[in-house]
């Protein structure tokens, strides 16, 4: 499908896998950490690993020979993810979280984080309703098969 939107959700899409992603960004890299933390399968822990490694949005980085052992680093590509983590946690705390946030994020200046669009010109903050697209460089019209 040629829409930006469906690839990305291709590859981080399924419910485990910005978990697992948001929990690397915290700090917890070795298998057994998020493991315990999230409470998800082995299997399928393994699997998501697997295919974040395969589109390079994490790596593996091996921190033991005997036995041999790994911990999971963000890419640049998997660090691109944070503002899109930082803004469904914001989501969820505002409309998901009843008794307040469950984690508060705090800038380096002591101040706590807002997850915001903003205009990359003028600075402004970006509304729904205040964006119009256009077909980009990367636009492929769909092919409608005949007597569909």
């Not at 921190?63 to 930082?86: F, N, S």
Request: charged share 25%.
């Amino acid at each position: 499908m040629n829409c930006s939107v469906a690839r990305s959700l291709d590859i981080v899409g399924e419910w485990w896998t910005l978990l697992i992603v948001r929990n690397i960004m915290f700090g917890q890299r070795r298998f057994e950490a998020i493991q315990a933390d999230l409470g998800i399968a082995r299997n399928i822990l393994s699997d998501r690993l697997n295919t974040l490694v395969a589109h390079e949005v994490v790596e593996r980085v091996k921190y033991q020979e005997h036995p041999e052992r790994y911990e999971y680093h963000l890419t640049e590509k998997g660090r691109d993810l944070y503002p899109v983590v930082a803004a469904l946690m914001a989501w969820g705390d505002k409309w998901e979280a009843p008794d307040g946030p469950p984690l508060v994020m705090r800038h380096t200046c002591g101040e706590q984080v807002a997850a915001r669009m903003v205009c990359a010109a003028c600075g402004e903050p970006i509304e729904f309703g205040a964006v119009r697209s256009k077909a980009g460089p990367g636009f492929r019209p769909a092919v409608v098969q005949p007597g569909k």
